[in-house]
């Protein structure tokens, strides 16, 4: 089993940044790959970008030059850097690990005003 916990949600004027943080712990050898994904009100839940074990890592489009995904394995920690932050960022954000199986965190609501 692998836990998940996020934290460094909140609320920001849009083009501010904030910084989420996932910490995993458990049987964190099984994973391959961590990401981030948010769900919207009314909307399903969409990749947010993903970074391999090896760092590679892959982004949406949406947030593509304004997001930065990066891991300390020493801190068994993935962080999700988001600059220039919209309204329709607006979302909960979930941390996802991926091995033989998915593990997601229970999500940090991001709230950006206008």
């Known amino acids: 089993q692998v836990q998940l916990v996020e934290s460094g949600g909140g609320l920001v004027q849009a083009g501010g940044s904030l910084r989420l943080s996932c910490v995993a712990s458990?049987?964190?050898?099984?994973?391959?790959?961590m990401g981030w994904y948010r769900q919207a009100p009314g909307k399903q839940r969409e990749l947010v970008a993903t970074?391999?074990?090896?760092?590679?890592?892959n982004y949406a489009d949406s947030v593509k030059g304004r997001f930065t995904i990066s891991g300390d394995n020493a801190r068994n920690t993935v962080y999700l850097q988001m600059n220039r932050l919209k309204v329709e960022d607006t979302a909960v954000y979930y941390c996802?690990?991926?091995?033989?199986?998915?593990?997601w965190g229970k999500g940090t609501l991001v709230t950006v005003s206008s």
């Open positions: 996802r690990a991926e091995g033989s199986m998915y593990y």
């Open positions: 458990g049987s964190i050898f099984r994973i391959n790959l």
């Open positions: 970074i391999t074990k090896g760092g590679i890592t």
